[in-house]
């Protein structure tokens, strides 16, 4: 009990020592590169990208969430087992702690949670790393488990998430979650699953192909998943035909190895624009990508980058980047 009552007082120290890290936070970062003249439909090179709030230690998985007081955005700190929330009012808030991990003693370095999404119901749905599933937060305020198993083995550590309109549920399972990751001697799969939950609470396998699988989206029509792999060593997105909840052969959309040599950072999370145009992050900021994989631009923190989401008007990109949270106006 002891420890446990001193990780809760760790947490609740966090909203307090951001606000007072901003102080060395700047107020912009990046630069915006156009490598096609399509980009220029959604930024100009000139745009700034906006700093909101820093001090984190490395946060993850943003989504956006409509209220009659104008929206908020909420966001993990997988390190610090918290998701926090930030809206134009009242800045950074703490929302929940833990978000991904409810044990009491130590589990690694990234306990938390990490992507959310709102399901149907506009219920905040979560990959939790520490207690390796996906859950959902009720509307009585507690959590319910949603998967945590595959033919009866323990999932890796749930890494990102998608819902199709009619409501099966997409993730990716690899193991960074996991204290030791892929060497961790609690691991019961031996395998990187990209997975899928019927409605009804079946789970399909839909590939174990990808070795690292991380990132996660649709096309709009939902004809098309979108898989990021974050392997050093085959830095690829990945776009796979999906009919009947299967997926088809997949062709990789853009390789990320040579951008390597540029900035730090792998694939990683992504969302996917109402044309369907993906916007993913990679190494040093975010990777426009066209539907047939075309490269229009990048918004470069020249850092290490998350993930991004979308507000629900599609005016702004929001994103997680290392211990920072920023935001780019789009047209």
Request: proline share 6%; net charge negative.
């Amino acid at each position: 009990m002891r420890k446990l009552l001193c990780f809760l007082g760790l947490a609740a120290t966090c909203v307090g020592s951001i606000l007072s890290a901003n102080a060395q936070t700047p107020s912009t970062i990046g630069r915006i590169e156009i490598l096609a003249p399509e980009m220029e439909q959604y930024v100009d090179a000139g745009t700034k990208i906006e700093v909101l709030a820093g001090g984190f230690t490395w946060t993850e998985g943003p989504v956006w969430v409509s209220d009659d007081s104008g929206g908020h955005l909420l966001f993990s700190d997988i390190p610090r087992n918290t998701i926090f929330r930030w809206s134009a009012a009242k800045g950074i808030e703490e929302f929940m702690s833990p978000s991904g991990y409810t044990g009491v003693s130590y589990y690694g370095l990234e306990p938390g949670s990490n992507g959310l999404t709102l399901d149907s119901q506009g219920r905040l749905t979560m990959c939790e790393h520490g207690d390796r599933r996906v859950s959902v937060l009720t509307r009585g305020g507690g959590k319910q488990t949603l998967v945590d198993a595959y033919q009866g083995k323990r999932l890796n550590s749930p890494n990102d998430l998608v819902f199709d309109q009619a409501g099966n549920l997409y993730f990716t399972d690899p193991p960074y979650g996991l204290p030791e990751r892929a060497d961790d001697p609690r691991r019961e799969l031996d395998f990187c699953g990209v997975y899928r939950l019927d409605r009804d609470g079946q789970l399909q396998l839909l590939t174990q192909e990808m070795t690292r699988p991380n990132g996660i989206g649709l096309s709009p029509d939902e004809s098309t998943l979108y898989i990021a792999q974050s392997d050093p060593q085959n830095p690829i997105w990945k776009a796979f035909p999906i009919s009947d909840g299967k997926l088809g052969p997949g062709k990789v959309l853009h390789d990320a190895k040579s951008a390597m040599k540029e900035f730090p950072g792998l694939p990683d999370g992504m969302t996917v624009a109402k044309d369907g145009t993906l916007f993913a992050s990679g190494p040093g900021g975010i990777y426009v990508i066209s539907p047939a994989g075309k490269l229009l631009g990048r918004i470069l923190t020249e850092g290490r980058v998350s993930n991004c989401s979308f507000d629900s008007d599609q005016k702004f990109l929001y994103m997680t980047a290392d211990k920072f949270l920023c935001r780019v106006s789009l047209k």
